[in-house]
């Protein structure tokens, strides 16, 4: 194997070993902010920071890599970018989160990782990737589907919850749509997207990151889940976490 193919296998095997911890931590930033983590930054610009290296790293990668470009690779460009476009410059000053902080340890942690992530996908596909398949084919027609109902579940999640933060009376249970199953629709989008986007390219780099997302999303949406049954005595009882009807 390749010292590439170990590196990415390596960072799968980080995931793994990750994912236990983070079942048991609630990371603190949003409503599970708390002192003792160290200087504290702007929420929303620390969402900006987390997110502009997936977003410039990835991008520039593929486009400015050797490896011949087809319609796959350029509709995978075009999924990761529309939705990191969202991600970074959208739905951070969305957020009617005026004064709150997160730590910068999360913010740096954050930097990090998408940075290894838009590396390890960049590299795949501007740099080391086989020619593309023929396209369009089932995977890729399957898994570009997915992503864009990721990406509406996500952003419909995400919608819902800043309207209830809009009317300036703190956290509420939400109601309607996925929120009628699940208490995070907007995390279980996002695990679709990128469910979707490592099905259309069918790499380690993509499975790594989609396996990443769920780690990091999954434990996330527990925890959000627990806070809503701590906080509210009537929160709808037969909602699961993340996943509909099972987690």
Same mark, same amino acid.
């Given at each position: 194997?390749?010292?590439?193919?170990?590196?990415?296998?390596?960072?799968?095997?980080?995931?793994?070993?990750?994912?236990?911890?983070?079942?048991?931590? /609630?990371?603190?930033?949003?409503?599970?902010?708390?002192?003792?983590?160290?200087?504290?930054?702007?929420?929303?610009? &620390?969402?900006?920071?987390?997110?502009?290296?997936?977003?410039?790293?990835?991008?520039?990668?593929?486009?400015?890599?050797? $490896?011949?470009?087809? =319609?796959?690779?350029?509709?995978?460009? @075009?999924?990761?970018?529309?939705?990191?476009?969202?991600?970074?410059?959208?739905?951070?000053?969305r957020l009617k989160t005026s004064g709150k902080k997160m730590?910068?340890?999360?913010?740096?942690?954050?930097?990090?990782?998408?940075?290894?992530?838009?590396?390890?996908?960049?590299?795949?596909? &501007?740099?080391?990737?086989p020619p593309d398949r023929a396209f369009p084919d089932a @995977?890729?027609?399957?898994?570009?589907?997915?992503?864009?109902?990721?990406?509406?579940?996500?952003?419909?999640?995400? =919608?819902?919850?800043?309207?209830? /933060?809009? $009317?300036?009376? &703190?956290?509420?249970?939400?109601?309607?749509?996925?929120?009628?199953?699940?208490?995070?629709?907007?995390?279980?989008?996002?695990?679709?997207?990128?469910?979707?986007?490592?099905?259309?390219?069918?790499?380690?780099?993509?499975?790594?990151?989609?396996?990443?997302?769920?780690?990091?999303?999954?434990?996330?949406?527990?925890?959000?889940?627990?806070?809503? /049954?701590? $906080?509210?005595?009537?929160?709808? $009882?037969?909602?699961?976490?993340?996943?509909?009807?099972?987690?």
């Amino acid at each position: 194997m390749s010292t590439f193919t170990w590196l990415v296998l390596i960072w799968i095997a980080v995931a793994v070993i990750t994912f236990p911890f983070l079942l048991r931590l /609630r990371v603190p930033y949003g409503r599970h902010t708390t002192t003792g983590w160290g200087p504290m930054i702007d929420n929303r610009w &620390g969402w900006f920071w987390m997110e502009l290296p997936a977003l410039l790293i990835f991008p520039l990668m593929v486009v400015f890599g050797p $490896r011949e470009k087809d =319609a796959l690779t350029w509709l995978l460009l @075009l999924l990761w970018t529309v939705h990191y476009v969202n991600r970074t410059l959208i739905f951070p000053f969305r957020l009617k989160t005026s004064g709150k902080k997160m730590p910068l340890l999360i913010a740096v942690s954050a930097v990090c990782f998408n940075g290894v992530n838009g590396a390890i996908n960049g590299w795949w596909l &501007g740099f080391a990737a086989p020619p593309d398949r023929a396209f369009p084919d089932a @995977l890729a027609f399957i898994g570009a589907a997915l992503f864009v109902t990721g990406m509406l579940i996500n952003l419909r999640a995400d =919608a819902r919850l800043i309207a209830l /933060r809009e $009317r300036g009376d &703190g956290y509420k249970i939400p109601r309607g749509g996925l929120f009628e199953r699940i208490s995070c629709p907007n995390h279980f989008g996002e695990i679709l997207e990128w469910t979707g986007f490592a099905l259309a390219a069918w790499s380690l780099p993509a499975f790594s990151f989609a396996l990443w997302t769920f780690i990091n999303l999954s434990p996330r949406a527990q925890n959000h889940h627990a806070w809503y /049954r701590e $906080r509210f005595a009537e929160y709808p $009882r037969e909602r699961k976490a993340v996943i509909p009807y099972l987690w």
